[in-house]
Every structure is written in structure tokens, then in C-alpha cells.
Antibody, heavy 121, light 113 residues
Framework: QVQLVESGGGVVQPGRSLRLSCAAS????????IHWVRQAPGKGLEWVAA????????YYADSVKGRFTISRDNSKNTLYLQMNSLRGEDTAVYHC??????????????WGQGTLVTVSS | DIVMTQSPDSLAVSLGERATINCKSSQSVLYSSNNENHLVWYQQKPGQPPKLLIY???TRESGVPDRFSGSGSGTDFTLTISSLQAEDVAVYYCQQYYSTPYTFGQGTKLEIK
């Protein structure tokens, strides 16, 4: 079955860096675009970034552009989010999610449970 | 960026009654190439990731009960739960996937009256 498992979250000081990972299994990872979506404690969902199936195209929310970098290693079935210059407003649970666009385009059909990033001094 | 606005922010409905949630986009999300609205609805329960309910504004995802339905086109969309069940208590989000950034509505919290 499709599984997405995030890791790498934790407590980090403002201005520091953190790298999140998302390990995928149960599907052909290299055939799907993958997204990062975050949710601050008690708040709504915020789309963060997306990467095409082959890594050639990347998209970012304005709130993270220039600070975060999305990447993937299809040989390892793993997605990454490098987060630099972290701010308090980046505190959130970060989910990775698969974008399905075959015959139907369903957008994000499978999600991981998420990993919590807390930016605090 | 396309702004997504849901209404109401919260809703209390009696068991067995109809629940209706609205979502408005600041510009059309109708894709001319396939004549489909790139609008999805998710359900999120506490401590869980979002679950896809409806895509292309009105197509129910496999396994989703038929009491959930989506409608609308262009900029105005509706999620309807025809007969509310206790397990439907959750926060519901719409999201457009017409253009990046793929923005979400602010969410609608659905409770039992």
C-alpha cells in the first residue's frame, strides 16, 4: 500500500537550518510529483512546495521562496525539504503528499502523518 | 495568487441533517484544456493528515461514502453532506490546483448540534 513517512523534524533555533525527509513506498515514486504542505499548531493547511516526478521543475510558496529547497532522490524513493533561515512562523507539522494526475487529476491523494518542526530559542 | 475563501468558518448540524460548506476562489479554476475545475475537498480529523474526498470539484474519490458530494464551477463551489453522521465531525478544506501556489481555504469546522 502507498506509504509516505516524514522524518527530520525537531526543535531548532531561529536562523538555523533543518532538513526534512519523506520516505515513499508502495508505488512508483519516480512517476509522481510530490508536495510539502504544512500546518501550524491549531491552524489551517498551507501549501509549501512541489517537485515534478523527475525533479526538473520546482515550485514554492512566497513565504518560503529563497529559504527552502525541495529535492528528491528517485534512487532512494525519498523526498527532501532543506529549510534554511528558519523563523518562528515556520513552526508547523510538515506533511509530504503525492500528486496523482493520471487519467484523472486528483491532486494530493496520499499524505504522510507529518513531522513537527518547532522554531524557538 | 488565487485566494480561496470558505464559508462558514464553523457549522453545527444535527445528525441525519444536511451540511453545506461553500468555497469561493478569487479567479476561475476551470481548466480549458479538459473542461474540469481543479478544485478538491479534503476532510481532516484531529491528529490525522487530510483525506481526499472530492476532486475535479465533483468527482468522489474511491471509497468515499456517497453522502458526500461536490458541486459548482468557475469560482463557486459547494461540499454537501446529505445526512450527517457522527464520524463526519472534522475540519473540511477546499484547495485549488489550477495554478501554483496551490492555495487552501481557511477550513470549516463541522460539529454535531
Amino acid at each position: 500500500q502507498v506509504q509516505l513517512v516524514e522524518s527530520g523534524g525537531g526543535v531548532v533555533q531561529p536562523g538555523r537550518s533543518l532538513r526534512l525527509s519523506c520516505a515513499a513506498s508502495g508505488f512508483s515514486f519516480s512517476s509522481f510529483a510530490i508536495h510539502w504542505v504544512r500546518q501550524a499548531p491549531g491552524k489551517g493547511l498551507e501549501w509549501v512546495a512541489a517537485i515534478s516526478y523527475d525533479g526538473s521543475s520546482k515550485y514554492y510558496a512566497d513565504s518560503v521562496k529563497g529559504r527552502f529547497t525541495i529535492s528528491r532522490d528517485n534512487s532512494k524513493n525519498t523526498l527532501y525539504l532543506q529549510m534554511n533561515s528558519l523563523r518562528g512562523e515556520d513552526t508547523a507539522v510538515y506533511h509530504c503528499a503525492r500528486e496523482y494526475c493520471g487519467g484523472d487529476c486528483k491532486n494530493l491523494d496520499y499524505w504522510g502523518q507529518g513531522t513537527l518542526v518547532t522554531v524557538s530559542s | 495568487d488565487i485566494v480561496m475563501t470558505q464559508s462558514p468558518d464553523s457549522l453545527a448540524v444535527s445528525l441525519g441533517e444536511r451540511a453545506t460548506i461553500n468555497c469561493k476562489s478569487s479567479q476561475s479554476v476551470l481548466y480549458s484544456s479538459n473542461n474540469e475545475n481543479h478544485l478538491v475537498w479534503y476532510q481532516q480529523k484531529p491528529g490525522q493528515p487530510p483525506k481526499l474526498l472530492i476532486y475535479w470539484a465533483s468527482t468522489r474519490e474511491s471509497g468515499v461514502p456517497d453522502r458526500f458530494s461536490g458541486s459548482g464551477s468557475g469560482t463557486d463551489f459547494t461540499l454537501t453532506i446529505s445526512s450527517l453522521q457522527a464520524e463526519d465531525v472534522a475540519v473540511y478544506y477546499c484547495q485549488q490546483y489550477y495554478s501554483t501556489p496551490y492555495t487552501f481555504g481557511q477550513g470549516t469546522k463541522l460539529e454535531i448540534k
